[in-house]
C-alpha cells in the first residue's frame, strides 16, 4: 500500500517532489519577496508554507537540509535558501530569475526610501517600525521551535544548542559558531559512524 505524501506525480525535481514550472516559481518567489517581511530566520517559515507545503517542491527534511547548507554561504540567509533551491529545481536560469523575483520588491522599496528620508522620521513610520520588531520577534521564535521540532532529542543536540546560544550572548562569530559545531558533528560521525541527525523515513512520490 503506497503512503500518500501530498506530493504530485509528474516531472520530478531533483529533491523527488513536482517540478514547477517557471512561470510558478517566479509567481511563488515574486509572492516572498512582496510579503516576507522581516528578512533572514524571519522569513523562513514563509518559504517553508510556500515550497514545502503549499507547492511539495521539497519535503521538511529536505528544507531543514538546505537551510543547514546556506548557513555556511556569506550574505542574506533567504536569499542564500531560495537561490539554492531554485538552482536544484530548475538549474542556472531559475537560480537568476527566481532571485531577481525576489530582490526587486526590496529593492524598489529601499530605493522610493531613500529618496523620501523625512519619512523615516514621522511618528506614523517609527510606529510602523516598532510594531514591525515585534512581529519579526515572534516569526523567528516560531522558526526556531519549527527547526527544532525536527531535530532528535538528545544530549549532545541539545548541548550544543545550549553552546551555541551561550557563544551568540558572548558576542562570538555566528560563523564561527556554526564551523565548531558542524565539526562536533563530523567528530560524531566519525565516532559512531552515523550521522547525528539520523535520517527519516522518506516517501516519494506515488504513481499510479
Given at each position: 500500500m503506497g503512503h500518500d505524501?501530498?506530493?504530485k506525480t509528474g516531472s520530478p525535481n531533483s529533491f523527488g517532489g513536482e517540478k514547477p514550472s517557471l512561470k510558478t516559481l517566479l509567481q511563488v518567489y515574486g509572492k516572498i519577496g512582496i510579503l516576507g517581511f522581516g528578512g533572514g530566520f524571519?522569513?523562513?517559515?514563509f518559504i517553508r508554507s510556500e515550497v514545502v507545503t503549499r507547492h511539495h517542491w521539497l519535503t521538511e527534511e529536505q528544507f531543514d537540509h538546505v537551510?543547514?547548507?546556506?548557513?555556511?554561504?556569506?550574505g542574506p540567509t533567504t536569499?542564500?535558501?531560495?537561490?539554492a533551491i531554485a538552482y536544484r529545481l530548475l538549474g542556472w536560469q531559475g537560480l537568476v530569475l527566481g532571485t531577481v523575483a525576489v530582490l526587486w520588491p526590496s529593492f524598489l522599496l529601499i530605493?522610493?526610501?531613500?529618496k523620501l528620508t523625512r519619512l523615516l522620521h514621522s511618528v506614523w513610520m517609527v510606529g510602523v517600525l516598532r510594531g514591525i520588531e515585534l512581529a519579526v520577534i515572534g516569526l523567528l521564535v516560531d522558526v526556531v521551535f519549527t527547526l527544532w521540532h525536527d531535530v532528535p532529542k538528545s544530549w549532545l543536540t541539545g548541548g550544543l544548542a545550549l553552546v551555541a546560544v551561550a557563544a551568540s550572548?558572548?558576542?562570538i562569530n555566528p560563523a564561527l559558531i556554526i564551523l565548531v559545531v558542524a565539526a562536533v558533528g563530523v567528530l560524531d560521525f566519525l565516532v559512531r559512524k552515523k550521522p547525528l541527525v539520523p535520517p527519516k523515513s522518506d516517501h516519494g512520490p506515488t504513481s499510479s
Open positions: 505524501t501530498g506530493i524571519a522569513v523562513l517559515s537551510v543547514e547548507m546556506t548557513s555556511f554561504a556569506p536569499t542564500n535558501v531560495m537561490a530605493l522610493a526610501l531613500s550572548l558572548l558576542d
